[in-house]
């Protein structure tokens, strides 16, 4: 399975940007895909995840409100939409695939290259 993340950039507080990434090589689009973020010199961090169907989401308190997972019409494709960004987003930011639910970085077998998203205030 490869994850190819996109959409990161240079924005001003306040700005939107909207994070893609796409599953390929896998024959079963039943998988759970996940956001994280990794600032410089911290661990990295939940941000988002949902489910193979779309139907449920769940997000990092820090984002709840600003920030929107979704899946494309074919399910192999994931969007982060982040609105109202803050300096402290600033992270590169990684998609993360996996058949079950899951909130902790370890709990992903498959992981994209990271977009980074820098956000000045």
């Known amino acids: 399975v490869q994850l190819q993340a996109s959409g990161g950039g240079l924005v001003q507080a306040g700005d939107s940007l909207r994070l893609s990434c796409v599953a390929s090589g896998r024959t079963s689009s039943y998988y759970v895909m996940g956001w994280f973020r990794q600032a410089p010199g911290k661990e990295r961090e939940f941000v988002a995840v949902?489910?193979?169907?779309?139907?449920?989401?769940f997000y990092a308190d820090s984002v709840k409100g600003r920030f929107t997972i979704s899946r494309g019409n074919t399910k192999d494709t994931v969007y982060l939409q982040m609105n109202s960004l803050k300096p402290e987003d600033t992270a590169v930011y990684y998609c993360?695939?996996?058949?079950?639910?899951?909130?902790?970085?370890?709990?992903?077998?498959?992981w994209g290259q990271g977009t980074l998203v820098t956000v000045s205030s």
């Open positions: 993360a695939s996996d058949t079950t639910w899951g909130t902790e970085a370890y709990e992903y077998e498959y």
């Open positions: 949902i489910s193979w169907s779309g139907g449920s989401t």
